[in-house]
């Protein structure tokens, strides 16, 4: 049997090494965090009267990473918190303590030599059966466990994290001809369901998949660049959104990467492969002259791209100068932006002959193409890995083939023939056998082209796509806000689907219409999605418009509608499982608290922003946020309701939002019966098993008791504050309004300290308190701002 994971060691605590400790110790492994003893002494440590014995100097090294993961932005952590669970060491002393847990990560330099030496080491000292792995960005694995006894061979394998390792998907895992295919299956499933990645099975290849196509097609792009006589920022302003790529395009994402690591990965390729494929990977002269001058990206203050004062200038390859960014303009990137649909987008492109950008992008795609289909079968098993492998690493919308299928494989390959590009046969022979796509979905089910005919994809079970389960069995109900779908077993599920996810009145009636034929017809109910964001909050447009039109009377019904929505599923029969991701603001996050239980995934980013727009919570999330605090607080204990009032106060009146969802935990969003899951595409299934386990448990809603409130002297200690930050300058007398409003509703109104009141009283309060607000010119000009900037407004 495999040994479970149960303790980690990370060797080397640089970028790699860090990063993956911070991630074990997100997902609640105790990690040893080692590397190697200085050989010198700092000037400070000198200063300390230390010598290189000293335990300090002695691990320097893991102590300073641990330092930076608290300092780092995106943060690795998602609680600072986590950082109790990584124990630092050194090479010499702790080496021994390897024994003590079940699996290794080596993430030391990138040289061969270098880890095969440590190999050898752990292989003295490690217990049989534990886990070793290496995190390489592309040497060969097998070479790496040469020499290696046969138990360390079992169990060794690549565990290949992109960085940075908490926030990007993909993690790619490399056995040999030696790893115990159980140690695999049980990697894969770790990888999935406990760190929460996008796995993929790689073979021992240079760079393995998703750098070997990424860096191929990066060097295509700097040729085409350069023979076609584009510049940096023109390439960068076609290659990000407009094709389904991140907005850091293809130079800017360079310069995040860094030029250093690139080009050492380019040359990995390079030296490992021969003839036409060899010269892909040489990286031009203007690259390598901007290494030597130390132009490497962001971490060295300039690279492609230069920041001066507020203008971002772009490196001009040909003088080695930096000149004001360019764009490229052209008609099919006028319809491009106009046309609805990725694959509308990218064949108004591809197919716009004599059009500079056109042009441009398919001669990058087409190479890339048709390279990616070629290695079919050397670098994975299948299509579906290397998609998957370039969607999760390198936040592509669409894999190469997906985009294939979206520019249509019969026309392009016409046109690549035409050309005179040499097409795989396995491709030909598929278009012969009359197969014209890479993909297709039946009865909700996805298939993938291998010769010999479609595979289905396999996935994790624990995989739903709303998308499919639509085509599949259709929806129950519908609006043009939302859907209500068979989430199957009994269980269904309310989709928001209105723009951004936004809530109006479409989805308030269709809360309602689905808690009533979930009370008819199922277990319970999940609400979810797989937009973008779960809920960026109420739809502020609409309700600009009535309140500039002074429709009060229409607003006033609007946000009652919502409360009462709320209330109701806060006690409805049967469980409501809300399972918010990303960004889960406002209402959404009202939505969030009314939940009978929330199964939050790891990446949530949750909180109350109303003041931003000059408002303040007006769908009951003053009330939920103060009564799940209340609720946490351990039965018996004296309760001080103006602490309690003063902490949700500060939650809303400084708009905080959480960066995780163990953080959403801190700030009071979440409380201990709420679930995370580590594994965004896990969430609509472990929501389902929430509401499940609530079922079989005997579900009941809870009782509806009156709250107890802090009252008038509350009130007067969450003003204090505010009152004080606006004498001093600190936030504007509009703010000041805003927070009376809001303390005013959080204490209750004016009844004495520990009055219990209903909760449709607090409703009440909060209602009032909206409207007032949002019939403030001030207000309305802070909506108008973030509707139109995006940004909030100071007045
Ligand atoms: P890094 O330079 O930040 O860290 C390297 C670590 O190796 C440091 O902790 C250093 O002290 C240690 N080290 C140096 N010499 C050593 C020696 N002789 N013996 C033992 N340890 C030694 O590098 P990194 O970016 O963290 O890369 C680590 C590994 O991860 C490499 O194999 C790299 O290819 C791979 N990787 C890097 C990235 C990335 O984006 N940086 C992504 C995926 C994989």
Redesign the pocket.
């Known amino acids: 049997m495999v040994k479970r994971i149960r303790r980690a060691a990370v060797?080397?605590?640089?970028?790699?090494?860090s990063g993956i400790a911070a991630h074990l110790a997100n997902v609640g492994i105790p990690t040893l965090l080692l590397?190697?003893v200085p050989r010198e002494l700092t000037k400070e440590e000198e200063a300390k009267g230390w010598t290189l014995e000293h335990k300090q100097v002695r691990n320097r090294?893991a102590n300073q990473?641990l330092e930076r993961l608290l300092k780092q932005k995106p943060a690795p952590l998602m609680s600072k918190d986590n950082i109790a669970l990584i124990e630092t060491g050194n090479?010499e002393d702790d080496f021994h303590r390897l024994a003590e847990v079940d699996w290794i990560i080596e993430?030391?330099?990138?040289?061969l030599e270098?880890?095969k030496?440590?190999f050898a080491r752990v292989d003295e000292v490690r217990t049989p059966g534990t886990i070793v792995s290496?995190?390489?960005?592309?040497?060969s694995i097998a070479a790496m466990a040469e020499g290696r006894s046969d138990d360390f061979k079992k169990h060794f394998l690549g565990t290949?994290?992109?960085?940075p390792p908490r926030y990007l998907k993909l993690l790619e895992i490399i056995p040999t001809e030696h790893t115990d295919p159980d140690v695999v299956a049980y990697m894969k499933s770790f990888g999935e369901d406990v760190l929460g990645k996008g796995v993929v099975m790689a073979k021992d290849t240079p760079n393995f998949i998703a750098n070997r196509i990424g860096t191929y097609g990066l060097l295509v792009t700097v040729r085409e660049m350069m023979q076609g006589g584009y510049s940096v920022g023109e390439v960068d302003s076609v290659t990000g959104p407009l094709i389904g790529r991140p907005k850091s395009a293809t130079f800017r994402t360079l310069d995040v990467?860094?030029l250093d690591?690139f080009v050492?990965v380019a040359n990995n390729v390079y030296e490992n492969v021969e003839g036409e494929e060899k010269e892909a990977f040489r990286v031009p002269e203007f690259m390598k002259t901007m290494l030597e001058n130390g132009w490497l990206g962001s971490k060295s203050g300039q690279g492609f791209f230069v920041k001066q004062g507020k203008d971002i200038l772009e490196l001009n390859y040909v003088t080695m100068q930096y000149e004001p960014r360019k764009k490229l303009v052209t008609p099919a990137v006028e319809m491009a932006k106009q046309a609805k649909g990725a694959a509308a987008k990218l064949q108004t492109l591809v197919y716009a002959d004599g059009d500079r950008a056109g042009t441009l992008l398919w001669n990058i795609i087409a190479p890339t193409l048709l390279y990616t289909a070629r290695l079919v079968g050397e670098i994975a098993d299948d299509i579906a890995a290397i998609d998957q492998a370039m969607k999760w690493g390198f936040g592509w919308e669409q894999g190469p083939f997906e985009l294939w299928d979206a520019i249509g494989l019969e026309k392009s390959v016409r046109k690549m023939q035409s050309e005179g590009r040499d097409i795989p046969s396995w491709i030909t022979d598929m278009l012969d056998d009359g197969a014209t796509s890479f993909y297709k979905t039946e009865n909700g089910r996805l298939f993938y082209y291998a010769p010999g005919g479609y595979k289905t994809v396999e996935e994790n079970e624990k995989v739903i796509h709303i998308r499919r389960l639509k085509e599949a069995r259709g929806v129950i109900k519908k609006n043009a806000g939302a859907s209500l779908i068979d989430l199957g077993d009994d269980v269904a599920l309310l989709e928001f689907h209105s723009p951004n996810n936004a809530i109006g009145a479409d989805i308030v009636q269709m809360i309602n219409e689905a808690l009533e034929e979930v009370n008819r017809n199922y277990k319970g109910l999940v609400i979810g999605n797989q937009g973008k964001n779960f809920c960026v909050g109420a739809n502020l447009a609409m309700m600009l418009m009535e309140a500039q039109d002074e429709n009060f009377f229409e607003l006033e019904l609007a946000v009652r509608q919502f409360q009462q929505a709320l209330l109701k599923m806060k006690y409805n029969p049967k469980p409501v499982v809300v399972a918010p991701f990303a960004m889960t603001l406002g209402g959404g996050a009202e939505v969030s608290l009314a939940a009978s239980r929330i199964q939050a995934a790891a990446e949530t980013y949750i909180g109350l922003v109303e003041v931003g727009v000059g408002l303040i919570p007006g769908g009951g999330g003053n009330k939920e946020l103060y009564i799940k605090r209340l609720n946490s607080l351990p039965r018996g204990v004296d309760v001080d309701y103006v602490k309690i009032a003063a902490s949700v106060f500060e939650t809303i009146a400084m708009a905080k939002v959480s960066t995780s969802a163990a953080e959403a935990r801190e700030l009071g969003f979440l409380n201990h019966r709420d679930g995370i899951t580590m594994n965004g595409d896990h969430l609509l299934y472990e929501a389902k098993q929430a509401v499940l386990s609530m079922y079989e448990e005997g579900y009941r809603p809870p009782v509806r008791k009156k709250v107890p409130v802090a009252g008038e002297s509350g009130y007067a200690a969450m003003l204090l504050g505010a009152q004080s930050m606006f004498h001093s300058g600190y936030i504007s007398e509009h703010d000041l309004k805003i927070a009376k409003k809001l303390a005013y509703v959080l204490a209750g109104g004016k009844v004495p300290y520990g009055t219990e009141v209903d909760e449709q009283y607090l409703l009440d309060l909060e209602r009032e308190a909206f409207l007032s607000l949002i019939g403030e010119p001030k207000t309305q000009a802070r909506m108008q701002h973030m509707l139109v900037k995006g940004k909030p407004l100071r007045n």
Do not use: P, Q, Y
């Open positions: 060797l080397g605590s640089g970028v790699m090494g590397d190697i090294l990473a090479f993430a030391v330099v990138e040289k270098v880890k030496e440590v290496s995190n390489t960005s592309g040497i290949h994290f992109f960085n990467v860094g690591t050492h």
